[in-house]
């Protein structure tokens, strides 16, 4: 038996590969590979093996099966100081396998591809390799398996210093059961949601890292950007930064309110977003028009947030922005001479994000004490109503606008939430509270006069007439809300004693 030592190498990404194996033939590897690798290392000029010289068995079935053989995972999983093991490999003249370089079929990429069938998809789930894989960790204490072409480098350095150290080569195995771990989690979850279930008897869910962050929600605390792979819709993670420090883990939350937020709007929006809860929200004819309205909504609050818009940034409304400390302006693009002005402030993040919803409704994942809850994104709207008039007097067509614009609002309010709004823009807006009223206060009191002739929005139904109460004598004239509360007439007979109109959506949006 050969005292050489043997490194298969099987993968899908290229990358690196040529150099790495030279490299290994330069140490004194036998190299053995298969299909596409084999040829892109024989291009090379480089000596490798056909795994079918080691197995003495013909690749089979389109190459479906060509590495499921115990030449290949007897000389993985042997272990070289069990002496037993190693007499059986030597009675079945099988040789050792030191070295493992395989990367899977690209099974995200192909379900990332528009129109791609499932038979495509089924193709495209690699058997062989996470085996092959899970063999070589299985047996880090004498095999080195390299999952990442980024890691052919550090393999081949400690190789040429003599061997690769225990530690490393159980980091690589670690980084392999991940990998594994998260291709395994992708194909389930595809299967899932080809049959459907929404919510499984075990629930895997894989993300991939964005970035380390400099520290949490505060100093002291560690933490990290994963982001989902394929996600359909906007997302922080696909953004662009144009300018501006690195975001911190405040700035991904808060900035990700003011995105979900402002994706509510067909027509030109701004959205101002202050600690996850908006500050200011405005609609126009224009981008330069809904900024102005959304600044105007609160521009104390204002004062370093985040704004969101869904039109490009052009020199007018960048001029504006200019005017006041941001942290984040995100829009789906930037006139360059938009960029000219903005960048002058070289703190402030820009970042170019597509205003697209995802395709098929998400989940949301909420951590607990040591569980998970998890429900479907709250993607409840008008159009999936039919608003119920619960009072004498109707509401008059601005009314019925600016109610609109209020219920899209305080769905992204944390709850107790209350919004008063008029002519396309918010004016005051009560988040978290204990109570309903206290949150109905807040917001008139920042709306302050302008609350004479508003709309008031309320996330829940009112469990007393108090809050009506509040907005009569703020001068508030139409109120939206879900209604379904065993005292809606305590509140209907407040309304039309003031001359209120309500309308009741028969939806709820509570947001913890």
Not at 22 to 28: R, T
Not at 418 to 435: E, F, R, W
Request: negative net charge; hydrophobic residues 40%; contains cysteine.
């Amino acid at each position: 038996m050969s005292t050489r030592k043997r490194a298969l190498l099987s993968v899908s990404n290229k990358q690196g590969l040529t150099v790495f194996a030279k490299k290994l033939i330069e140490l004194d590897y036998e190299l053995v590979s298969t299909g596409g690798t084999k040829r892109a290392i024989e291009a090379e000029g480089l000596p490798v093996k056909s795994i079918s010289d080691i197995t003495n068995f013909p690749e089979i079935m389109d190459g479906r099966v060509k590495t499921l053989h115990p030449s290949v995972h007897g000389g993985l999983l042997a272990k070289r100081g069990n002496d037993e093991h190693m007499s059986q490999l030597d009675e079945l003249d099988i040789q050792t396998i030191d070295l493992v370089a395989v990367n899977l079929y690209p099974f995200k990429e192909t379900i990332a591809k528009e129109g791609v069938t499932e038979a495509d998809a089924i193709e495209n789930i690699d058997i062989g390799g996470p085996t092959m894989l899970r063999s070589a960790a299985k047996s880090f204490e004498d095999v080195a398996v390299v999952v990442d072409p980024a890691d052919y480098e550090q393999v081949i350095t400690g190789l040429q210093e003599g061997e690769l150290s225990f530690e490393a080569r159980k980091k690589l195995a670690a980084k392999v059961f991940r990998h594994t771990a998260n291709y395994d989690a992708m194909i389930a979850e595809y299967f899932t949601e080809a049959v459907q279930e929404a919510y499984p008897e075990t629930y895997t869910v894989t993300y991939e890292k964005v970035q380390d962050l400099r520290y949490g929600e505060n100093p002291h605390q560690t933490a990290a950007f994963y982001q989902k792979a394929n996600y359909g819709g906007a997302s922080l993670a696909d953004a662009k930064q144009l300018n501006g420090k690195e975001l911190s883990y405040n700035n991904i939350q808060d900035a990700n309110a003011a995105l979900d937020i402002v994706l509510e709007f067909e027509e030109p929006a701004a959205v101002a977003v202050k600690h996850m809860n908006p500050c200011g929200v405005g609609t126009g004819r224009a981008i330069f028009e809904a900024y102005g309205k959304a600044y105007a909504g609160d521009p104390i609050s204002i004062f370093g947030g985040i704004v969101a818009l869904n039109r490009e940034v052009d020199e007018e409304t960048a001029a504006k922005l200019k005017e006041i400390f941001l942290e984040i302006v995100i829009a789906p693009s930037f006139s360059q001479a938009a960029l000219d002005l903005l960048t002058q402030k070289k703190n402030l993040r820009l970042l170019e994000i597509e205003m697209k919803k995802p395709e098929t409704q998400s989940h949301k994942l909420t951590s607990v004490s040591g569980g998970l809850l998890i429900q479907d994104t709250d993607e409840g709207s008008l159009e999936d109503v039919e608003l119920e008039v619960a009072t004498e007097r109707l509401p008059t067509e601005q009314e019925l606008k600016d109610l609109a614009l209020g219920w899209q609002v305080v769905k992204h309010v944390k709850s107790n939430a209350i919004v008063i709004a008029k002519s396309d823009q918010t004016l005051g807006v009560g988040a978290g509270q204990m109570n309903r009223v206290g949150a109905a206060k807040i917001a008139l009191e920042q709306a302050g006069d302008q609350s004479e002739g508003a709309i008031m929005a309320s996330d829940a139904f009112f469990p007393m007439p108090d809050t009506v109460e509040t907005a009569a004598q703020a001068g508030v004239k139409a109120i939206i809300q879900p209604g379904g509360s065993k005292r809606d007439q305590d509140s209907i007979d407040a309304c039309n004693q003031h001359g209120i109109a309500m309308v009741f959506t028969r939806m709820r949006h509570f947001k913890h």
